[in-house]
Protein backbone atom coordinates (compact mmCIF):
# COMPACT_ATOMS: atom_id res chain seq x y z
CA UNK A 1 0.00 0.00 0.00
CA UNK A 2 1.49 3.56 -1.06
CA UNK A 3 1.97 6.75 1.11
CA UNK A 4 -1.40 7.95 -0.74
CA UNK A 5 -4.10 5.11 -0.17
CA UNK A 6 -2.78 4.65 3.33
CA UNK A 7 -3.06 8.07 3.83
CA UNK A 8 -6.45 8.37 1.93
CA UNK A 9 -7.47 5.35 3.95
CA UNK A 10 -6.18 6.58 7.50
CA UNK A 11 -8.42 10.04 6.31
CA UNK A 12 -11.95 7.94 5.01
CA UNK A 13 -11.63 5.61 8.28
CA UNK A 14 -11.20 9.27 10.71
CA UNK A 15 -14.23 10.21 8.62
CA UNK A 16 -16.10 7.30 8.94
CA UNK A 17 -15.84 7.25 12.60
CA UNK A 18 -16.72 10.60 12.92
CA UNK A 19 -19.99 10.39 11.33
CA UNK A 20 -20.92 7.24 13.33
CA UNK A 21 -20.06 8.37 15.75
CA UNK A 22 -22.07 11.58 15.77
CA UNK A 23 -25.18 9.68 14.85
CA UNK A 24 -24.74 7.22 17.58
CA UNK A 25 -24.47 9.45 20.13
CA UNK A 26 -27.50 10.77 19.18
CA UNK A 27 -29.18 7.69 18.87
CA UNK A 28 -27.43 6.07 22.31
CA UNK A 29 -28.66 9.52 24.38
CA UNK A 30 -31.94 9.31 22.50
CA UNK A 31 -32.84 12.88 22.16
CA UNK A 32 -36.56 13.49 21.61
CA UNK A 33 -37.29 14.26 18.00
CA UNK A 34 -40.16 16.27 17.03
CA UNK A 35 -41.82 14.80 13.58
CA UNK A 36 -41.02 18.18 12.28
CA UNK A 37 -36.92 17.36 13.29
CA UNK A 38 -37.24 14.00 11.87
CA UNK A 39 -38.49 15.19 8.70
CA UNK A 40 -35.61 17.57 8.92
CA UNK A 41 -32.92 15.34 9.37
CA UNK A 42 -34.83 13.03 6.49
CA UNK A 43 -34.47 16.01 3.83
CA UNK A 44 -30.70 16.96 4.93
CA UNK A 45 -29.16 13.10 4.80
CA UNK A 46 -30.50 12.82 1.65
CA UNK A 47 -29.57 16.46 0.32
CA UNK A 48 -25.84 15.38 1.90
CA UNK A 49 -25.85 12.76 -0.53
CA UNK A 50 -27.28 14.47 -3.87
CA UNK A 51 -24.22 16.58 -2.69
CA UNK A 52 -21.86 13.93 -2.56
CA UNK A 53 -22.92 12.59 -6.20
CA UNK A 54 -22.56 15.79 -7.78
CA UNK A 55 -18.92 15.97 -6.74
CA UNK A 56 -18.84 12.71 -8.15
CA UNK A 57 -20.03 14.00 -11.49
CA UNK A 58 -17.69 16.53 -11.86
CA UNK A 59 -14.46 14.86 -10.60
CA UNK A 60 -14.46 11.34 -11.42
CA UNK A 61 -13.50 10.01 -15.10
CA UNK A 62 -14.72 6.34 -13.56
CA UNK A 63 -17.57 4.85 -15.95
CA UNK A 64 -18.59 2.59 -12.35
CA UNK A 65 -18.25 5.51 -9.71
CA UNK A 66 -20.51 8.26 -12.56
CA UNK A 67 -23.20 4.91 -12.64
CA UNK A 68 -23.49 5.03 -9.18
CA UNK A 69 -23.00 8.54 -8.09
CA UNK A 70 -25.97 9.14 -10.77
CA UNK A 71 -28.23 6.39 -9.01
CA UNK A 72 -27.23 7.92 -5.76
CA UNK A 73 -28.46 11.79 -7.30
CA UNK A 74 -31.84 9.82 -8.72
CA UNK A 75 -32.83 7.75 -5.97
CA UNK A 76 -32.08 10.19 -2.91
CA UNK A 77 -33.97 12.79 -4.98
CA UNK A 78 -36.60 10.58 -5.50
CA UNK A 79 -36.83 9.95 -1.56
CA UNK A 80 -36.47 14.10 -0.83
CA UNK A 81 -39.49 14.77 -2.88
CA UNK A 82 -41.55 11.85 -1.43
CA UNK A 83 -40.30 13.59 2.07
CA UNK A 84 -41.46 17.33 0.96
CA UNK A 85 -44.95 15.65 -0.45
CA UNK A 86 -45.73 13.98 2.60
CA UNK A 87 -44.36 16.92 4.98
CA UNK A 88 -46.50 19.32 2.83
CA UNK A 89 -49.59 16.85 3.15
CA UNK A 90 -49.17 16.67 6.63
CA UNK A 91 -48.55 20.35 7.09
CA UNK A 92 -45.02 19.69 8.94
CA UNK A 93 -42.27 22.15 8.20
CA UNK A 94 -39.24 20.43 9.02
CA UNK A 95 -37.42 22.00 11.76
CA UNK A 96 -33.97 22.16 12.04
CA UNK A 97 -32.11 20.42 15.00
CA UNK A 98 -28.99 19.36 16.63
CA UNK A 99 -28.71 16.03 14.89
CA UNK A 100 -29.23 17.68 11.22
CA UNK A 101 -27.21 20.75 12.05
CA UNK A 102 -23.93 17.99 12.75
CA UNK A 103 -25.17 16.33 9.90
CA UNK A 104 -24.29 19.23 7.85
CA UNK A 105 -21.45 20.59 9.87
CA UNK A 106 -19.98 16.53 9.03
CA UNK A 107 -20.76 17.04 5.42
CA UNK A 108 -19.39 20.29 4.73
CA UNK A 109 -15.86 18.91 5.94
CA UNK A 110 -16.48 15.97 4.06
CA UNK A 111 -17.24 17.97 0.83
CA UNK A 112 -13.79 19.71 1.95
CA UNK A 113 -12.28 16.39 1.66
CA UNK A 114 -13.66 15.24 -1.40
CA UNK A 115 -13.22 18.18 -3.16
CA UNK A 116 -9.52 18.28 -2.39
CA UNK A 117 -8.68 14.76 -3.75
CA UNK A 118 -6.67 14.49 -7.05
CA UNK A 119 -8.36 12.41 -9.70
CA UNK A 120 -6.64 9.32 -9.03
CA UNK A 121 -7.59 9.39 -4.75
CA UNK A 122 -10.95 10.55 -5.50
CA UNK A 123 -12.99 7.41 -6.62
CA UNK A 124 -11.48 5.69 -3.59
CA UNK A 125 -12.69 8.34 -1.29
CA UNK A 126 -15.91 8.69 -2.89
CA UNK A 127 -17.19 4.75 -2.29
CA UNK A 128 -15.54 4.96 1.14
CA UNK A 129 -17.19 7.90 2.00
CA UNK A 130 -20.70 6.04 0.68
CA UNK A 131 -20.26 2.90 2.25
CA UNK A 132 -20.18 4.77 5.85
CA UNK A 133 -22.10 7.50 4.97
CA UNK A 134 -25.01 4.34 4.58
CA UNK A 135 -24.30 2.55 7.13
CA UNK A 136 -24.30 5.45 9.79
CA UNK A 137 -27.82 6.64 7.75
CA UNK A 138 -29.22 3.70 8.01
CA UNK A 139 -27.92 3.34 11.86
CA UNK A 140 -29.78 6.76 12.16
CA UNK A 141 -33.00 5.25 10.53
CA UNK A 142 -33.18 2.42 12.96
CA UNK A 143 -32.29 3.72 16.37
CA UNK A 144 -33.37 7.20 16.36
CA UNK A 145 -35.44 8.56 13.35
CA UNK A 146 -38.42 5.66 13.24
CA UNK A 147 -38.76 4.95 17.23
CA UNK A 148 -38.78 8.49 17.32
CA UNK A 149 -41.75 9.52 14.39
CA UNK A 150 -44.73 9.66 16.03
CA UNK A 151 -47.08 9.99 12.58
CA UNK A 152 -47.60 6.65 10.72
CA UNK A 153 -47.54 8.14 7.51
CA UNK A 154 -43.71 9.62 8.46
CA UNK A 155 -42.32 6.59 9.89
CA UNK A 156 -43.81 4.12 6.82
CA UNK A 157 -41.98 6.52 4.70
CA UNK A 158 -38.74 6.32 6.80
CA UNK A 159 -39.61 2.23 6.95
CA UNK A 160 -40.31 1.91 3.22
CA UNK A 161 -36.40 3.39 2.06
CA UNK A 162 -34.41 1.57 4.32
CA UNK A 163 -34.65 -1.51 2.31
CA UNK A 164 -33.12 1.00 -1.03
CA UNK A 165 -30.81 2.62 1.42
CA UNK A 166 -29.62 -1.08 2.50
CA UNK A 167 -29.65 -2.13 -1.48
CA UNK A 168 -27.00 1.43 -1.60
CA UNK A 169 -24.70 -0.11 1.35
CA UNK A 170 -24.81 -3.01 -0.88
CA UNK A 171 -23.91 -1.54 -3.70
CA UNK A 172 -21.31 0.68 -2.44
CA UNK A 173 -19.52 -2.39 -1.18
CA UNK A 174 -19.27 -4.02 -3.83
CA UNK A 175 -17.93 -0.82 -6.19
CA UNK A 176 -15.80 -0.17 -2.85
CA UNK A 177 -14.17 -3.73 -3.07
CA UNK A 178 -13.00 -3.27 -6.65
CA UNK A 179 -10.83 -0.58 -5.46
CA UNK A 180 -9.72 -1.97 -2.68
CA UNK A 181 -8.33 -4.51 -4.74
CA UNK A 182 -6.45 -2.58 -7.26
Known sequence: MNLVTRHSSIMMCLIACSIMLSVNAFAQNNPTLTDAEVASIAVV???????????????????????FAETMANDHNAVLGQA?????????IPKDNAVSQKLNADAEKNNKMLNSKSTEAFDKAYIDNE??????????????LIPETENQELKELLQNVLPAFKTHLEHATMVQHKFSTK
Request: no cysteine; glycine share 2%.
Open 45 to 67: ANQIDINYSQIAKKKSKNAEILK
Open 84 to 92: VALAKKLGV
Open 131 to 144: VEYHKAVIAAIETL
